[in-house]
């Protein structure tokens, strides 16, 4: 019986995640039972080696943070010679209802991190009496527009960034923080520069993770729009194509070869030819592929 169990389980995660291989590499070195060891430098004592992680990790914060800011800078001169007026004009967030950050709670997984006041499944099951509280901790953040300090403290948990590097150097760790899973919120209306956070981020994760050559792909349903975005990003310096009419703006091959940090399209240039489809899994697009954003999600009918 729990053998049949076993396998019912396993044979579920198959057939369920066929299209997420890191899910199913995980289910087979559970399932031989194999671990990779946890691999650290190896200092004097345990407070020593935590301090020394804590000044090297500090050190690259602030240093990635001074790049961004330089990038930032620069964008900014960028855009403001170029923008145009907007007559918008926003003044404050839409008030959460209940059913909304009851709709938030229901989809909250199973993971936690040590800085979590309260497990997942306790806040779950003492939802219906912590629902007013809820309520009014996010309704009152949005008005005062404040990120709680407790927010923005995480435990870190540093990983060799592959299992074959020297453990002994530093800079072959990364931190790794339970932050994944947290809803963000963004409610700006048209002309506020929404589509800054994807073209953003190529650059971004270039700062943080340099000679990467990061790709974001962009689905808009609107051709013209993102032909004009991508002609704009292009007289910037910041290298866009735009798939729906590639055979125009440049070569296919390019595109496969990941030589463009964005790569724009419709939902049926992306849907309809098989070549581009394909490409989003090669070698390429697999190790720098950071995000996929749906611009315009509002005019596509069917999802």
């Given amino acids: 019986m729990l053998k049949d169990a076993k396998a019912s389980y396993y044979s579920s995660i ?4 066929a299209s997420h291989p890191k899910v199913l590499f995980n289910a087979v070195d559970k399932l031989l039972n194999r671990k990779v060891e946890r691999r650290s430098p190896t200092p004097p004592s345990t407070i020593e080696l935590t301090n020394k992680f804590t000044d090297f ?6 240093t990635i943070r001074t790049k961004l800011s330089n990038e930032a800078k620069t ?3 960028s855009w403001e010679a170029n923008k145009k007026p907007g007559h918008a004009e926003f003044k404050e967030f839409r008030v959460m209802s209940e059913r909304e950050i009851e709709g938030f709670v229901d989809t909250i997984g199973k993971k936690f991190c ?3 006041p309260i497990l997942a499944a306790i806040l779950k099951d003492c939802k219906s009496a ?3 509280v809820l309520i009014n901790i996010v309704n009152m953040s949005f008005q005062s527009a404040s990120m709680p300090a407790a927010l923005k403290e995480a435990a870190i948990k540093p990983k060799l960034k592959k299992d074959n590097l020297d453990s002994k150097d530093y800079s072959n760790f990364r931190p790794i923080s339970n932050l994944k899973g947290r809803d963000i919120f963004l409610n700006l209306p048209t002309d506020y520069g929404k589509s800054l956070i994807f073209q953003a981020l190529p650059t971004m994760f270039d700062v943080v993770m340099p000679r990467q050559g990061s790709i974001v792909v962009v689905v808009c349903p609107l051709l013209n729009l993102s032909k004009d975005q991508a002609a704009y990003l292009n007289s910037l310096g910041t290298s866009a194509i735009n798939i729906s009419d590639v055979e125009n703006e440049g070569d296919p091959r390019d595109v496969e070869a990941g030589k463009y940090p964005l790569v724009y399209g419709t939902p049926e240039s992306w849907l309809d030819n098989d070549r581009w489809g394909s ?3 090669n070698k ?3 190790e720098k592929l950071c995000a996929i954003a749906v611009d315009e999600a509002h005019v596509i009918r069917q999802w």
């Fill in 279 to 281: 490409m989003l899994t």
């Fill in 114 to 116: 040590d800085l979590d």
């Fill in 57 to 62: 990790f500090d050190k690259k914060i602030a």
């Fill in 75 to 77: 964008s900014t001169q």
């Fill in 14 to 17: 198959i057939s369920e995640n």
């Fill in 130 to 132: 912590l629902l007013p």
């Fill in 284 to 286: 390429v697009y697999s």
